[in-house]
């Protein structure tokens, strides 16, 4: 090998990367076979062992994807997809050796997002000393659609899940092979925000990827009520009912004609249609919802550092019901749904402002109750758990009035605000964000390293089982005993209710949006 074109001596196959400023750096490594053809909704193959050295200096293709909204935030390009899309990266520091590894799970509602993103460019916590991997997946129908016809080819009569099967397979394959890199495979902490953080914890309840990871980082996650494959639980229908009615919805008899379809336009017009990927409990790769699964102590077991920010929804309107007329409606409307605990949800989220109430009552309950149910299940469990609260603000993003908005905390932990994406607010160039940047890096690559998030000048981090203490990351962090015991409780017992009446989904249905009391059930 040249000093800058590294051969890594992979068992999968020899691979020739680049060096690029003390890293050896290998993109578009191969996971699994092409998921095209007949293998278009069959869980992942193993990509045979390779006998030539393969060139790793480029990007994998991404998932077949719609396109993101023109302007919003989060639009960048992502010039290669194809559905021969199941690759990841490597950033491995030159002369690494038994390093933790930090595997990135990419975010997008299980619909859009790369590997390859810019804004989680693995250089620069690659540098903090570990190994940083980041993944493509299956996304949107061909990563998530569940049909009866599926299930029957499925010696095991199951079907979706193909994304998550996905993951799992990037995660066996980094489990044999990381040490080539300097990689220690019994160190390795998997990680993702939004859509990914979603996959971390369905990997945490997946009993397949138990074993092939030490630890978990979930940011900006939300634990929602899944779609079981056959029965019609919790109001939601099944998920093979939702795969008939997305085909009947593209006018296609069957699946072997839908797996005639290009890969893109099939992404663009399921988009269109409304398909809406999730994981689906199918009692095999998900065996039950994933909220029963952390509760009930059968999740794996091992450390997690969750958190969430405090403005998720400017972003993501979609994910917050209208805003009523007046006062009087928004204070009638949350009465009749809420009942005796109108009050209390008035108190938190008052009619003096109702769109703002209304985006932090979305956020707190798809966000906020997520991290705090996950953390305090964990917490339960004997589990050490990190929790966070970020709430940082920089000029351009309170001036748009963006405030600490969902996936904001990224360029922090990857330290690449300045590659973020054309319409991101950018934070200055000044010593006070480059000191903050440091600290969150730092804390989260002392967590993947043994645990423990720790930076130096910055607090001592505690877990979350004393005292439900929480870092609030403001300009600098600090820690907090007093957030969010009222918005959770509020919130839990809601879920609670509508999880005991049955009929009803809980969490994505929320203030205005949620249902008229009493609950069917109850009546």
């Not at 990381?178 to 160190?187: K, R, S, T």
């Not at 952390?294 to 209208?322: D, H, K, W, Y």
Request: negative net charge; hydrophobic residues 40%; aromatic residues 8%.
């Amino acid at each position: 090998m040249t000093n800058d074109m590294p051969i890594a001596q992979f068992p999968a196959g020899w691979a020739r990367g680049r060096a690029e400023g003390g890293l050896h750096v290998y993109r578009g490594l191969p996971y699994a076979l092409p998921p095209t053809g007949a293998l278009r909704w069959r869980p992942p193959v193993a990509m045979p062992d390779g006998d030539r050295v393969r060139d790793a200096n480029s990007f994998g293709p991404a998932c077949p994807q719609p396109f993101r909204r023109k302007g919003s935030v989060y639009e960048c390009n992502i010039p290669d997809k194809d559905e021969d899309c199941l690759n990841l990266n490597i950033w491995a520091p030159e002369g690494a050796k038994d390093l933790p590894v930090f595997v990135w799970i990419h975010g997008g509602n299980l619909l859009r997002g790369a590997g390859s993103e810019a804004l989680t460019d693995g250089a620069a916590l690659a540098r903090k000393g570990q190994v940083v991997v980041t993944i493509n997946y299956r996304l949107n129908v061909l990563g998530y659609l569940a049909h009866p016809a599926l299930s029957a080819e499925s010696g095991d009569g199951v079907s979706g899940n193909y994304g998550l099967l996905d993951q799992i397979a990037a995660l066996a394959w980094v489990q044999r092979n990381i040490a080539a890199v300097g990689g220690d495979p019994d160190n390795v902490t998997v990680a993702g925000e939004s859509a990914g953080a979603l996959s971390v914890y369905y990997l945490l309840c997946a009993p397949a990827a138990k074993g092939l990871f030490a630890r978990a980082i979930a940011q900006s996650g939300h634990i929602c009520s899944a779609q079981h494959l056959k029965e019609n639980r919790h109001g939601m229908g099944t998920g093979e009912a939702t795969g008939e009615r997305l085909l009947s919805a593209l006018g296609v008899s069957s699946i072997e004609e839908l797996r005639g379809w290009d890969a893109q336009t099939l992404s663009l017009a399921a988009d269109k249609a409304g398909f809406a990927a999730q994981g689906v409990v199918d009692g095999l790769v998900l065996p039950d919802q994933p909220l029963t699964l952390f509760r009930s102590r059968q999740t794996a077991q091992v450390p997690l550092l969750t958190g969430f920010n405090a403005r998720e929804i400017p972003t993501l309107e979609f994910l917050m019901p209208p805003v009523p007329a007046d006062a009087a409606t928004y204070e009638q409307m949350i009465r009749d749904r809420y009942g005796d605990l109108a009050e209390r949800f008035l108190a938190l989220y008052p009619a003096d402002d109702l769109r703002r109430s209304g985006e932090t009552a979305a956020g707190d309950a798809l966000f906020g109750w997520t991290v705090l149910s996950a953390a305090k299940a964990q917490v339960g469990n004997g589990l050490p758990v990190h929790v966070y609260f970020f709430d940082h603000g920089y000029p351009e993003a309170d001036d748009r009035d963006l405030h600490a908005f969902h996936a904001c905390e990224l360029p922090y932990v990857f330290d690449t605000m300045r590659q973020s994406p054309p319409a991101w607010p950018k934070a200055p160039d000044t010593p006070e964000e480059a000191e903050i940047t440091r600290i969150i890096g730092d804390y989260w690559t002392g967590f993947t390293r043994d645990g423990t998030p720790s930076a130096e000048g910055a607090p001592v981090w505690p877990d979350y089982s004393d005292g439900g203490a929480i870092l609030h990351i403001t300009d600098a962090p600090a820690v907090r005993h007093d957030l969010f015991h009222e918005m959770y409780a509020l919130i839990d017992e809601d879920f609670a209710r509508r999880r005991a009446a049955g009929n009803q989904p809980w969490n994505w249905l929320v203030g205005t949006a949620a249902p008229l009391r009493p609950l069917p059930a109850e009546t």
